[in-house]
């Protein structure tokens, strides 16, 4: 299993085995507090606990208490509800209780149909100007960012070298946006990707960490954004939306909302690729489903607004 930005799967494997000394400083959560922290992570992030592992929650809700000295659980609440410093300690927090697990070429059944059917179609008869714009939603680290710039890249200089492309990446978390920011990855993490692919868009660094290639992180940019409060931000209409491995841990009433409000941000005839599973029971009258790869994807009709 690859562990998340923050090591997380490391500590939680320690908790299993032996609680560290300095866990025994700090209560465990009763159910009490445990719904407490639950509801606000719901409340402020749209994750819901049933989706995702208690002690994802309750180890990092303590570790970050031990990393700050408090003891008490309602003073370190009462801390993150206080005005500014308590935003501040939030984007820290929240850092830690979302999964950031991710890798280049994470499915590629994505890429493939991007590649082999979307594209194609899209630029003879939908693309209006000599710009491709991709948005890769809950980006976490950058991988599926970079994935996406790559793919394109080496589809448009072999077939279409005068259409450019950007790729932005969102995320609602700070550190694992200025990580991606980096494009520097360990060997675990890029190799999933196709050696000639790797060969051309990575370097190999003397600490054996591979660094994204400078033409390819000058297309990609890396925005913080809460899906919960996409309604407040300025968000360009998109030709490619992939929102892969984020909505499984919202309810559906929520992964429906968020889908149809990203639907808004997709030009006519645009895709929108997520996580295979993760909303089947979705539908949008504007949407229609691409079948025939082992993907979730649909295409926007071309009829409505634009
Ligand atoms: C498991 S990662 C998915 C990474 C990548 N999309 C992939 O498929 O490999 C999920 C990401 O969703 C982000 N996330 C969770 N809740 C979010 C929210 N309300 N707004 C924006 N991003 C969120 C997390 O911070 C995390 O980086």
Redesign the pocket.
Known sequence: MLTTGTGFNVIEQQTMAETPDWMNSINEMDDQEFQRWSRLLKQ????DVRYARKSFLTTGVRLRMRELGFTCYSDYYRHLLSGRSGKIEWATL??RL??????FF??PSSIKLLIETFLPDYIKNHLDENHLQAW??????G??SYTLAIALDDYLKRFYPNIYYGVVG????LP?LAKARKGRYDALRVKELPPPLLGRYLRKREDGKYQVDEAVRKRVCFNM????EMDQSTIHKMDMV?????L???DKNLRHTILDKLVKHINPGGILVI?VGEALDWKNPQMQRLRGYDALAYTKETLHEK
């Open positions: 402020r992030t749209g994750m929240v850092d979302t999964i950031h697990e991710t890798r994470r499915h890769s939603v809950g980006c976490a680290t991988e599926e969102s995320d609602i978390s694992a954004l809460n899906l919960l992939f929102c892969q491995n984020v499984i841990y919202f996580g």
